[in-house]
C-alpha cells in the first residue's frame, strides 16, 4: 500500500522538497517560508518553459524574441508617455440639450450708426461759441464750430484726410482754450445720441419694461452703446477695491421663443445724423458673453446690421463649455486655458480671452501714441497715459491697421502663421493670449419682415413709427449643447495602460515585478545564520525513537481513473491483483 501511494503521489506531480521540509521545521521563520514557496513556484512555472528549449538556435530564437517584445514593449510605453504629456486633458461633448435655464443670457450692446448727434453738436457749438466771442473775441458761426465738431467722430475710427487736419487741429485749440485740458470722454458722451432718446419700447420675458431701467451706457469698441445685462458695473483691468462683477444680476430666460425673450422697439432719428461710422443707417446689435468687454478682433462678438423699417428676429444659440476642477492641477501651457480666479490681479478678478485680447490692443497703442481711446478700458499700472485726442490722430491713423490684425498663439497642432497674408507696413499685435477654461460662445440666425404700418399698440398704447425698427432677441430652442474638458488620463487609468502594455508583450504583472525584485534583490541576500536553539526533550517524558529500515522496491506505476479517485467505481469493483504482486 505504501508503494500505492508512493505512485499516485508522483502521478499528480507533489514532488517532496526536502529544504523545504527543514524550513517547515524552523517555526520562527514560517512566514518567511510560506513566501518563498510562493515565489519560488512563480518562479518555476517560468522557467521550466524554458527547458524544453535544447538546441542552440531555439535558445537564440527566443532570446530574440524577448528581446523585441521588450524594445517594442518600451516604445508603445514612451509612446503612450509622451501622449499623455503632450495633451493631458480631452474635450468632449456632455450633452447636446442642455437647458437653456442654465445658460446666461448675453449682453446686448445696441450702438448707433450715428456717433454725433446734431441736436447735441449744436447745443454744444453754441456753449462753445459763448465762450469763445466772451473770452477771445473769435469770429465763428454756430454752423461753423458744428461742422468742426464733427472731427471729434474721427477718434472712433482711428482716421482722418490730410485735408481735415487743419480743421482738426483748430477745433483742439478751441476745446483746450475752453476746458483748460479737454475731457473726450465726456465730451463724446455729450455729442452721442441718447438711449432714452433711441430706445422708445422694451419688454423682457414677455412683461413690459422701462428702458431706462434695464439699458446702461457703456464702453465697447464701437465706442459708446446702449447695454443690456452686462455684469461689469465699470470697464477696466486691474485689481478692484470693490465689486466689479454683479453676477446676481445676469439675466436668464425660463421660456424660449420670441414673445419670451428681449423685444426693443427703436427710433434711428435720421434727421439727426452728423457723423456715421458705417455708410449705412440705423444700428449695430452687438452680442457677447455678460462677463467680458466686448472686442470684436477676439472673435467673441456676434454683430447685426438693424436698418430702418424693418421687424428683425435674432435666433440665439449657444455652445457652453467648462472643465473640470481637476484640471487646474495641471499646467496652463499643458491645458491651454486660464481658469477666471488666475490673473485676478490683471483682469479685476476675472480672466477672459477677450479681456486678454483688449489688455493687449490697448498697451500696444499705449506704446506706439503714448495715449489711450477714450472708449478703451484704462490700466491702471499706466494711469498716468492720457486719453487721446484730436492731436494724436495722425498716429493713430499711422498705425490704425496694426491694431486691427492679431496674431494668434502659435500651437504646433494649428497651421503655421503665414506673414505674407497681411498687407499692412505696420504689421500686427502679437498677443499671448490662453483661452478660457469657462465660456460661452454665442450663435445667431435672424431673419425679418418688413414694418410698414404706421403705428403700433405697445402695453395698450398706440405709437407712431417713423423708420422705426422692432428687434426680438431669443433662444429658439429649449436645449443647448455643453462641452466638457476632463483629464485624458488619470494616473489609474494611465497604469492601467502600462499594465496592459507590459501584458501584451511579456506577460508581465504585478506580481511578476515582485517575483523578479526577490529574485534579483532579496534572495541574494545573505541572512545571518539562525541562533534558535531547539528546546531539550522532557525527561520525564517516556520516549522512545527507533530506527526503520526500508528495504528499497522496485517502484511501478499503476494507472488510476477519475472515476475510481471520485469514487464513481465501487471499491469491490477495483481489481488490485497488481497492487497485491508488489508485496511479495
Same mark, same amino acid.
Given at each position: 500500500m505504501v508503494k500505492v501511494s508512493t505512485s499516485i503521489t508522483r502521478r499528480w506531480g507533489i514532488v517532496e522538497n526536502s529544504r523545504t521540509v527543514q524550513r517547515l521545521r524552523n517555526l520562527p521563520n514560517l512566514k518567511k517560508t510560506i513566501i518563498d514557496l510562493l515565489l519560488e513556484s512563480i518562479n518555476t512555472n517560468y522557467t521550466d518553459n524554458i527547458r524544453y528549449?535544447?538546441?542552440?538556435?531555439?535558445?537564440?530564437?527566443?532570446?530574440?524574441?524577448?528581446?523585441?517584445?521588450?524594445?517594442?514593449?518600451?516604445?508603445?510605453?514612451?509612446?503612450?508617455?509622451?501622449?499623455?504629456?503632450?495633451?493631458?486633458?480631452?474635450?468632449?461633448?456632455?450633452?447636446?440639450?442642455?437647458?437653456?435655464?442654465?445658460?446666461?443670457?448675453?449682453?446686448?450692446?445696441?450702438?448707433?450708426?450715428?456717433?454725433?448727434?446734431?441736436?447735441?453738436?449744436?447745443?454744444?457749438?453754441?456753449?462753445?461759441?459763448?465762450?469763445?466771442?466772451?473770452?477771445?473775441?473769435?469770429?465763428?458761426?454756430?454752423?461753423?464750430?458744428?461742422s468742426m465738431l464733427t472731427m471729434l467722430g474721427h477718434l472712433y475710427l482711428f482716421d482722418i484726410d490730410e485735408s481735415e487736419f487743419e480743421m482738426a487741429s483748430s477745433l483742439h485749440t478751441i476745446l483746450e482754450r475752453g476746458y483748460n485740458g479737454y475731457d473726450v470722454s465726456r465730451i463724446m458722451k455729450r455729442l452721442l445720441p441718447k438711449c432714452r432718446s433711441i430706445l422708445r419700447q422694451?419688454?423682457?420675458?414677455?412683461?413690459?419694461?422701462?428702458?431706462?431701467?434695464?439699458?446702461?451706457?457703456? !464702453?465697447?469698441?464701437?465706442?459708446?452703446?446702449?447695454?443690456?445685462?452686462?455684469?461689469?458695473?465699470?470697464?477696466?483691468?486691474?485689481?478692484?477695491?470693490?465689486?466689479?462683477?454683479?453676477?446676481?444680476?445676469?439675466? !436668464?430666460?425660463?421660456?424660449?421663443?420670441?414673445?419670451?425673450?428681449?423685444?426693443?422697439?427703436?427710433?434711428?432719428?435720421?434727421?439727426?445724423?452728423?457723423?456715421?461710422?458705417?455708410?449705412?443707417?440705423?444700428?449695430?446689435?452687438?452680442?457677447?458673453?455678460s462677463l467680458d468687454y466686448p472686442n470684436t478682433a477676439s472673435g467673441g462678438v456676434r454683430e447685426v446690421l438693424i436698418p430702418p423699417k424693418v421687424e428683425m428676429f435674432l435666433n440665439l444659440d449657444a455652445i457652453s463649455f467648462y472643465s473640470v476642477p481637476s484640471v487646474i492641477d495641471y499646467d496652463m501651457k499643458q491645458r491651454d486655458c486660464l481658469f477666471s480666479s488666475e490673473q485676478a490681479k490683471t483682469y479685476k478678478g476675472h480672466y477672459s480671452y477677450t479681456d486678454c485680447i483688449s489688455y493687449c490692443r490697448t498697451r500696444d497703442i499705449i506704446f506706439f501714441c503714448k495715449c489711450i481711446p477714450f472708449f478703451y478700458s484704462v490700466i491702471p499700472d499706466m494711469a498716468g497715459v492720457k486719453i487721446c485726442n484730436?492731436?494724436?490722430?495722425?498716429?493713430?491713423?499711422?498705425?490704425?491697421?496694426?491694431?486691427?490684425?492679431?496674431?494668434?498663439?502659435?500651437?504646433?497642432?494649428?497651421?503655421?502663421?503665414?506673414?505674407?497674408?497681411?498687407?499692412?507696413?505696420?504689421?500686427?499685435?502679437?498677443?499671448?493670449?490662453?483661452?478660457?477654461?469657462?465660456?460661452?460662445?454665442?450663435?445667431?440666425?435672424?431673419?425679418?419682415?418688413?414694418?410698414?404700418?404706421?403705428?403700433?399698440?405697445?402695453?395698450?398704447?398706440?405709437?407712431?413709427?417713423?423708420?422705426?425698427?422692432?428687434?426680438?432677441?431669443?433662444?429658439?430652442?429649449?436645449?443647448?449643447?455643453?462641452?466638457?474638458?476632463?483629464?485624458?488620463?488619470?494616473?489609474?487609468?494611465?497604469?492601467?495602460?502600462?499594465?496592459?502594455?507590459?501584458?501584451?508583450?511579456?506577460?508581465?504583472?504585478?506580481?511578476?515585478?515582485?517575483?523578479?525584485?526577490?529574485?534579483?534583490?532579496i534572495r541574494n541576500i545573505k541572512t545571518e545564520p539562525s541562533t534558535t536553539s531547539v528546546p531539550p526533550l522532557n525527561p520525564t517524558n517516556d520516549v522512545t525513537i527507533k530506527a526503520i529500515n526500508i528495504e528499497p522496491t522496485e517502484s511501478r506505476t499503476v494507472v488510476l481513473y477519475w472515476n475510481e479517485i471520485s469514487g464513481a467505481i465501487p471499491r469491490k469493483q477495483i481489481d488490485l491483483t497488481p497492487l497485491n504482486t508488489l508485496g511479495q
Open positions: 528549449y535544447q538546441r542552440p538556435i531555439e535558445k537564440i530564437a527566443w532570446l530574440i524574441v524577448h528581446v523585441i517584445a521588450i524594445i517594442g514593449m518600451s516604445f508603445m510605453i514612451l509612446d503612450a508617455t509622451l501622449e499623455y504629456q503632450d495633451s493631458p486633458t480631452v474635450t468632449t461633448m456632455e450633452t447636446d440639450n442642455y437647458p437653456v435655464q442654465d445658460i446666461d443670457f448675453p449682453a446686448i450692446s445696441i450702438c448707433n450708426i450715428n456717433k454725433i448727434s446734431l441736436s447735441s453738436a449744436i447745443d454744444f457749438a453754441e456753449d462753445l461759441m459763448e465762450m469763445e466771442t466772451t473770452t477771445y473775441n473769435v469770429n465763428l458761426t454756430v454752423e461753423e464750430l458744428t422694451c419688454s423682457w420675458e414677455g412683461k413690459d419694461q422701462d428702458c431706462n431701467q434695464i439699458f446702461f451706457l457703456r !464702453r465697447t469698441d464701437n465706442g459708446f452703446c446702449c447695454t443690456f445685462n452686462l455684469a461689469r458695473h465699470e470697464s477696466g483691468f486691474g485689481n478692484a477695491d470693490s465689486s466689479v462683477f454683479a453676477s446676481q444680476t445676469i439675466e !436668464r430666460l425660463r421660456e424660449t421663443g420670441p414673445e419670451y425673450g428681449l423685444s426693443v422697439l427703436l427710433n434711428p432719428q435720421l434727421h439727426d445724423y452728423a457723423f456715421r461710422i458705417l455708410p449705412v443707417l440705423g444700428f449695430k446689435i452687438l452680442i457677447y458673453s484730436l492731436k494724436d490722430l495722425p498716429c493713430l491713423k499711422k498705425y490704425k491697421d496694426r491694431w486691427l490684425y492679431v496674431k494668434p498663439r502659435y500651437e504646433k497642432l494649428m497651421v503655421p502663421f503665414n506673414q505674407n497674408n497681411f498687407q499692412a507696413t505696420s504689421g500686427y499685435i502679437t498677443c499671448d493670449c490662453l483661452p478660457s477654461c469657462k465660456d460661452i460662445k454665442y450663435t445667431v440666425s435672424t431673419s425679418d419682415i418688413p414694418l410698414d404700418i404706421p403705428q403700433l399698440v405697445w402695453n395698450r398704447k398706440k405709437t407712431l413709427l417713423h423708420n422705426h425698427s422692432l428687434v426680438h432677441i431669443y433662444f429658439g430652442e429649449p436645449g443647448t449643447m455643453r462641452m466638457k474638458q476632463d483629464v485624458f488620463l488619470y494616473w489609474y487609468e494611465l497604469m492601467g495602460n502600462y499594465g496592459g502594455i507590459c501584458s501584451l508583450f511579456l506577460g508581465l504583472s504585478v506580481i511578476s515585478l515582485i517575483e523578479m525584485l526577490y529574485f534579483l534583490i
